[in-house]
């Protein structure tokens, strides 16, 4: 068991709002400056294949400036894995990904697509690159997983963070058995999607997932709050709910 657990600051949804008007400004980069002064031990950032938020440039801007880890999310797809194999960020989170949805909207599915993943993680793994794939909390998927010699699970909160303010109880449920399958089976274990300052803390009990990648709640308290103090807000409340748990 373990104390310790991360928090990887997702900083997508700055960039959407420098987007909305075309500007420069406000800079992910800058954010994800701001969120490692207060306590994020990674920065997080999708670049989708639409560059709807993150642009190429931002990443390699992050890249350079950063001092924590950067975590790409990005779809299985050859240009975008030889786009991280070039720039070698430590992490890279393999998501589904489609054009009309609004985020990411369900788990990778692993266990129906092995030859492609398994290349991917090849790939990337090469590189030097950890690689964790988003999937959700499902047994099978947390086997195909594994099977494809991925590193890292990130599971998929969604459905529990729809559940109402405190989160779904059955989902929960779900989540912390899928933790513990893929914990035994030697994986390393990560979470996140729709947490927030109301549902993080039964996910940050679960010991054992040791990341909790978050973004959009953080960013929209920071509109009221400031980056700096919402970030420091949401590790606070993580690194609390491991004490109350007791690991």
Known sequence: M???????????????????RGERYPDPVAAALVAERHGADSITMH?????RHIQPDDVERMQASTQTRVNLEMAVTDEMIAFAVALRPADVCLVPERRE???TEGGLDVAGQKARIVDAVLALSDAGIRVSLFIDPDKRQIDAAKAVAAPVVELHTGAFAHGGVAGDPQELTRITNAAEHAASVGLRVHAGHG??????HPIAAIHQIVELNIG????ARSVFDGMGASVAEMKRLMVQARMVAGH
């Open 2 to 20: 373990t104390m310790q657990i991360d928090l990887g600051v997702n900083v997508d949804h700055v960039a959407t709002l420098r987007q909305a």
């Open 47 to 51: 670049l989708r294949e639409d560059c």
């Open 101 to 103: 949805e609004l985020t």
């Open 195 to 200: 947490l927030h300052y109301h549902n993080v």
């Open 216 to 219: 959009h709640s953080i960013i």
